[in-house]
């Protein structure tokens, strides 16, 4: 898979367009920051404290899109002319296997950036992605798991077209907490 995929979404009435593209060793700084907010922390079970994790993190995204099994985006508030942008979150496409009908979906925004339809529209971005660059090989299901507790996870996956399938039971140390199922189709 081309580790050089880079994926747009519009801009809102609240914020500039996003740029999506493969986490690469010139975020750690900006992972750093955006693992300090301890509401992002809460939902998630990775541990970045310091620029050494932040590199091992980017690392393992790396190894993701090398293998064609992880495909992880650094999600950029779009700058202007040079400017790389901001950054304001991340998702990532798992579980991507040919012939394999169901691969899995995840997303975090950084602080900042919350509000502001960020993680809606990165993740219909990378949806759109997955269905047309896997549905040839046989993907059609997307899933999108949180905590149930986390409603504005829940929010962003029914904006997004992913409705809830069903409630699942706590698998700690992973999931602590029950969780919400939400499927998206490929539409054919």
């Not at 747009?8 to 060793?25: E, F, H, I, K, Q």
């Not at 509000?115 to 059609?140: C, M, S």
């Amino acid at each position: 898979m081309n580790a050089t995929a880079l994926l747009r979404a519009d801009a809102s009435p609240s914020a500039p367009p996003l740029v999506l593209r493969p986490w690469s060793m010139a975020d750690v700084a900006a992972l750093v920051e955006a693992y300090r907010d301890p509401a992002m922390r809460r939902w998630i079970t990775t541990v970045v404290d310091d620029e050494a994790d932040a590199e091992r993190w980017v690392e393992t995204q790396e190894a993701g899109w090398a293998s064609g099994t992880r495909f992880s985006f650094a999600v950029l508030e779009a700058g202007a002319g040079e400017d790389p942008g901001r950054l304001v979150g991340n998702v990532a496409l798992k579980g991507v296997a040919a012939g394999k009908p169901t691969a899995e979906v995840g997303y975090w925004t950084a602080a900042p950036a919350r509000g502001r339809g960020v993680a809606q529209r990165a993740l219909e971005a990378v949806t759109d992605w997955a269905f047309r660059t896997f549905g040839d090989a046989g993907l059609d299901t997307l899933e999108l798991l949180h905590q149930v507790d986390n409603e504005a996870s829940c929010r962003v996956a029914e904006k997004s077209g992913y409705p809830l399938d069903r409630l699942l039971s706590a698998t700690p140390p992973a999931f602590p907490r029950d969780g919400h199922l939400h499927v998206r189709h490929r539409k054919v």
